[in-house]
């Protein structure tokens, strides 16, 4: 089945790179592809709506569409002019997607269509994979990076990435960090105890990577998955071993409010630096069942 990806278009270098991307996608994946540009309302100082012409947000898309075709002549895209905030014009399309791609103006800060906090919105708050490229990405070493966390939002994101890697003929390479444990003693015997604990750490987060790791191999046998723990910052580690990467997967809460910066503060970090094109992978949404529902009404 083709995959269903959408790519949010603005007239800025980043978008430009997005549809790059996009692109050499798809050569490893058969694409049902949508173009889309969000016309976002305009409010006159009293309060009145402007609204504005579709010619230009039109023409757009169907130049990006014309060089979509130039280039991979068997690629066809629908094309699709939105209204009304972008983040929620983007939110809501991603509800059907299989991903959702966009483009950042330039490495570490996010403008043009991914203006301010824009993407941080979208990848809080997608129901699939948001991709967020960078204006100046480079070709990549040819593997994908995933940082994997034990808190529930690391399996969607491991999977997914080792999806990634197998489609396009990559390696996978696997980042977890750790923290130094706070002890509440003081003196020579925190001292002993600290180093105690850092060993214990140390060897329970590779001993948990491998675990993953080894999960991963069993699922897609042929695959090359090696693996790096790192002490400190994850969003540090995530961003040094993707700078050379093809792509930078993570994983995120996905449950902020649309105003919030809720990704989780890893996820978060990444995006912002921008090492390379940047998937963050919602973690799947738990079902609730009331206590008063019972087998039969199900």
Do not use: Y
């Not at 790096?228 to 449950?255: K, N, Q």
């Amino acid at each position: 089945m083709a995959e269903h990806l959408i790519l949010a278009l603005d007239d800025s270098a980043g978008s430009d790179a997005a549809v790059d991307w996009v692109i050499s996608r798809s050569d490893t994946h058969d694409l049902d592809l949508e173009l889309t540009i969000v016309k976002e309302t305009v409010r006159l100082p009293h309060g009145e709506r402007m609204v504005l012409s579709s010619t230009p947000f039109e023409e757009l898309l169907h130049r990006v569409a014309g060089r979509i075709l130039a280039s991979r002549p068997l690629l066809t895209a629908r094309l699709v002019v939105r209204e009304g905030h972008p983040a929620r014009a983007l939110i809501a399309a991603s509800e059907r997607a299989a991903l959702l791609v966009l483009g950042s103006d330039r490495p570490g800060a996010l403008v043009g269509l991914v203006n301010g906090t824009v993407p941080l919105q979208v990848a809080s708050r997608a129901r699939c994979p948001v991709v967020v490229v960078p204006r100046d990405r480079a070709g990549g070493s040819g593997r994908v990076v995933c940082g994997w966390t034990d808190d529930g939002t690391g399996d969607a994101a491991l999977e997914f990435a080792a999806r990634e890697a197998r489609a396009s003929g990559e390696s996978l390479h696997l980042v977890h960090a750790w923290r130094v444990p706070l002890l509440a003693e003081s003196g020579v015997t925190a001292i002993g105890a600290a180093e105690l604990a850092l060993d214990e750490v140390a060897a329970a987060a590779a001993s948990a990577l491998e675990e993953a790791a080894r999960g991963v191999r069993a699922a897609h046998p042929g695959l090359e998955v090696t693996t790096e723990v790192a002490s400190g910052s994850a969003a540090h580690a995530i961003v040094d071993a993707g700078r050379d990467a093809s792509l930078v997967v993570v994983g995120s809460h996905g449950r902020s409010a649309l105003g919030g910066l809720l990704l989780g503060s890893v996820s978060h970090d990444v995006l912002l630096a921008l090492p390379a094109p940047v998937a963050v992978v919602p973690a799947p949404e738990p079902i609730t069942v009331l206590p008063e529902i019972v087998d039969e009404d199900l």
